[in-house]
């Protein structure tokens, strides 16, 4: 059995203002560097192998708690948004022509316009998931981690996702030759002592 310990990028000035990032390569902002300095993986997490995102956000993300640079794989990069990246997702919303859905209404094969769907991110990301061969932390985003998640807990996009999903915690997934299961609660990372 090999472990996943998911963990989400700190926040960029682009998710403090509510725009949809995807692939687009948005740095940390500096609250969040002050932040993930102040915290490290626990044990034994602090020993399992490191990956990121190739994204800037998730490897500076990685090397700030890890105090390493993690190995890179595009599997893990954000969720393509298309036409949407850079937009406020809040106008999307209120615009009822823009095709835009709440996550609960996906499904597997939403797909924003010139994007990918939660499919389309599972195709690469099992693969990647199977190819592990000892317990691994993978610094990622929100959209990677939804697909595992998911994946791990048989949901289907639709209807309430049976998981939410903060910063500062490791989601923790089982993958062996049965399937996949999600544990219950996730880890915190902790705070350096001063």
Known sequence: ?????LLRHGHTDWNRAGR???RTDIPLDTDARLTLKGLRLPAPWDRADLWSSPLSRAV???KL????TPKT???LIEMNWGDWEGLHARDLHEDTSSGIRHIEDWGWDYTPPNGESPADLRARLVPWAHSLSADTVAVCHIGVMRVLLAQAMGWDFNGPA????KRNRLYVIAIDTTGWSAEAKPVRLLEVAS
């Open 20 to 22: 949809i990032q995807g």
């Open 73 to 75: 794989d595009p599997a």
């Open 60 to 62: 500076e993300t990685a």
């Open 162 to 165: 049976p998981f939410g999903i």
């Open 65 to 68: 708690v890890a105090g390493q």
């Open 1 to 5: 059995m090999i472990r996943l310990a």
